[in-house]
C-alpha cells in the first residue's frame, strides 16, 4: 500500500510541475518555438499587439501548469533576465486542444539557427522582426506568429488562417497551393538594416542598464519608443 501510496505522489508530482513530452530530457535546454508577445494579460490565442515579443528561439526554464489542480495557465522564465510570464487559456478559443498540447507546441529542443534552418534570408528577417511578408511559407508563419487558434482555424491544411490583433481584430492570411503566403503579408522584403540597426540599439541599451548608466524605468521608456518608431 505505502508503495502504491508513493508512485501516486509521484506522479502527482510529476503533472503538477509540467513535465514536457517525452523528447525533453533532463537537463536538456528549451527555447521559445515562436514569437510570443507581450501584453498586458498573455494568452494562448497570442494577440498581436505592438511589437515588444519574446523572440522565436528564447531560452527558457522553469516551464509548468498552473496551478497544480486546475492548469489554467502556463507559466516559464526566460533564462537570460530570469523574468517569469504568466499565459492563460481560454477553452473556446481552442476547441479540442488543452493546456498541455500547447507545452509541447510554444517550447521546442531546436534554438533560432536549428528552428529556422532551410528558411530563406527573408523569411528569418521577418520572423526577427516579427512581422509577415508575402512569400513566405507556412513553416516560417508559425515560427513568427504561432499557432493560429482552432475556433477559426480547425486545419492548417487549409489556405486561410486567422490571427488576431485584439479581441476584436481579426487577421486574415491567404496561401497558395504551394503554402506561400500571398495575401495578409507585407509586399516586398522587410529592412533587413533597419530590423539590425533596432538590435544593436536596444543591445546598447541593455548594455547601459547593465552598467547602472540608466534605470530601469528609463530602459523601460527608451526601449517602447524605439519600438513604437520602429
Known amino acids: 500500500m505505502r508503495r502504491i501510496i508513493t508512485i501516486v505522489a509521484v506522479i502527482t508530482s510529476m503533472a503538477t510541475v509540467g513535465i514536457l513530452s517525452s523528447w525533453a530530457e533532463d537537463g536538456?535546454?528549451?527555447?521559445?518555438?515562436y514569437n510570443i508577445w507581450k501584453t498586458s494579460?498573455?494568452?494562448?490565442?497570442n494577440f498581436k499587439q505592438g511589437h515588444d515579443i519574446i523572440p522565436a528561439g528564447t531560452e527558457v526554464k522553469d516551464v509548468r501548469l498552473y496551478p497544480p489542480t486546475k492548469k489554467t495557465h502556463?507559466?516559464?522564465r526566460t533564462v537570460k533576465d530570469d523574468q517569469k510570464y504568466t499565459i492563460s487559456f481560454v477553452e473556446r478559443w481552442h476547441?479540442?486542444?488543452e493546456l498541455g498540447d500547447y507545452m509541447d507546441k510554444m517550447f521546442t529542443i531546436k534554438n533560432f539557427e536549428d528552428l529556422t534552418s532551410g528558411l530563406t534570408e527573408m523569411e528569418i528577417s521577418a520572423?526577427?522582426?516579427?512581422?509577415?511578408?508575402?512569400?513566405?511559407?507556412?513553416?516560417?508563419?508559425?515560427i513568427c506568429y504561432g499557432i493560429p487558434p482552432e475556433h477559426h482555424t480547425p486545419n492548417q491544411s487549409a489556405n486561410k488562417w486567422y490571427y488576431w490583433k485584439n479581441r476584436g481584430t481579426k487577421i486574415t492570411l491567404v496561401f497558395n497551393q504551394e503554402d506561400k503566403l500571398i495575401q495578409g503579408g507585407n509586399v516586398g522584403a522587410p529592412s533587413v538594416s533597419k530590423g539590425?540597426?533596432?538590435?544593436?540599439?536596444?543591445?546598447?541599451?541593455?548594455?547601459?542598464?547593465?552598467?547602472?548608466?540608466?534605470?530601469?524605468?528609463?530602459y523601460d521608456k527608451k526601449k517602447a519608443k524605439l519600438l513604437e518608431d520602429f
Do not use: C, H
Not at 536538456?28 to 518555438?33: G, N
Not at 494579460?41 to 490565442?45: D, N
Open 127 to 142: 520572423i526577427k522582426q516579427g512581422v509577415l511578408v508575402n512569400g513566405m511559407s507556412k513553416r516560417a508563419v508559425l
Open 196 to 218: 539590425r540597426d533596432i538590435e544593436t540599439k536596444l543591445k546598447k541599451l541593455g548594455e547601459l542598464r547593465d552598467k547602472d548608466l540608466i534605470t530601469q524605468e528609463e
Open 41 to 45: 494579460k498573455m494568452r494562448i490565442i
Open 95 to 97: 476547441p479540442g486542444k
Open 74 to 76: 502556463l507559466r516559464f
Open 28 to 33: 536538456q535546454k528549451l527555447y521559445t518555438a
